[in-house]
């Protein structure tokens, strides 16, 4: 029988024995600057709660310089923020996979577009590439007009009502339009569904999902349940498949009624039903990225027009200046009709979009893992096997790159003769590269046609100061305390 220190001393040599065959990628890492934190947690007492990340992410970029490295418990991870390295990063083949964190996003909302691996991801971007074609999206435009023209109703209520939180009527308003472009179902028309319990359901969704990605153990239903985070989740997530699954079945059942045939086969759903009928998707493919498409494109757009009003609201030299411009565009106030050629017309809308995006970019963080062995353009070697965050927040707000007012809202970053001097990675709200966002023109294109309805018939205002803004990463950003909007009607 062994004695305790037998097997103690085995352990070690187990232990030495393992350190050693790794010793390739620990002197790897140790070439790269950056904070280690304690062992075995490394720097996860700091980073577990969400409130705390985009905050420490700055303490160490700050002190460490643009590329540095730690560990979250045994989780070896780099966080960037240097425009040349997320260029190497973005367009290397050796990270084409998420980040270990976008489990959470599996388990939430399934494993579709956004988190599968390579060879499936690649395969599944081609067959879904054409429901994101110009020529689709510009058929999406009388519902960005009808919708919006709904949503002003609801606006008019809010005229003389002091200030408002606006969000949740975008967020309605994104998740129509999202389910109608997408799915080709009006969700307005469901009447059993209640809409403020499903946007809770996706905000708890989203929460839990940011949680368990700093705080992968999390994952674990047992551990959820422990920590009390399972019961409004599992909930959240059954309802929210539940929604998806209806909308899916309606539309087979449509299909098997008036046929196939007199269908925009490439509208997304249509797509991939026609995928799975061929045999080249299952019915889990089809929900899953049923699912992720219409969360990723009415929470960002939602969120995007609600924080770009809220900027205008704090800058309201910059707000009438977008309304000059789309006056001259549309004389007469009321339900206008915003084709695409308007929007190339809407140049200074385009400077505040940008801007707004700058400031707060809707995705904060997004990350990547290293498949083989990656030499950066600065000399480092990230090893295979590394976690990699790209903190686009602090990208956005670097002083080297946007000069000494980064941190201020001004659309004039953008003007072409200070813009074209940008390294072409300076400035990534939808990433690039070989994984960029696949709704990039779709969501600028609706966003467009939303702000100029909304500056040309009603003035925004807020007693919140740009100041006192604080930002919380949840997958898609958010503000500690959300500014509330006062409505003005314009003649
Ligand atoms: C302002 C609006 C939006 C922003 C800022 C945004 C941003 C992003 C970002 C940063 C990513 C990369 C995530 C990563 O690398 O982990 C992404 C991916 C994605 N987005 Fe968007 N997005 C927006 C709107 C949309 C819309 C409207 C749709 C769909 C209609 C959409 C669908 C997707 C999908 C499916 C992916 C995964 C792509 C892939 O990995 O192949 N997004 N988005």
Redesign the pocket.
Known sequence: MLTWQLWITLLFILWFYFLWTRRRFYLLTLKIPGPLGYPILGMAHKLYRRENVLREFGIYLEKHGTTIFSWLGPIPFVIVSDPQVIQDIFTSPHCVN?GLI?KAVDDGAGL?????PDPR?SV??KL?NPA?GHKVLLSFLPVFNNETRFLLKQMDTLVGEGEKDIIPLLQFLTLSI?TQ??MGSDVKLDENLNNSKLMEDYQCLLETMTDMCFSPWLINKTVRQVFGKDEHYSVAKTEIREFIRKIIEKKMARDSEIGTQSQDKNI?LNLAVDLMRRGTFTWENVED?SN??VF???E??A??VAYTLILLSMFPQYQEKAFEEIVALFPESGDLDVTYADTQEMVYLDLILNES?RVM???PV???QTSQDLLLTNGIVVPKGVQIA?D?FHLHRSKKIWGEDAEIFNPEHFLPHYFQEKHPYAY????KGI??????K???I??KVTLAKLIRNYRFSTSFKFEDLVFIEDI?IKLKKVPQLEVHRRL
């Open positions: 998420k976008y579709g577009l956004f988190s599968l991801w599944h971007r879904l994101f999202a472009t997408t997304f990225e992720l498409i990723g494109a009415f960002t757009t969120n995007t995006m970019p809707p995705v997004v990350s990547r790209i686009i990534i709200p939808f990433t994984r960029n966002c696949i709704g990039w779709y969501a600028l609706s966003i898609t």
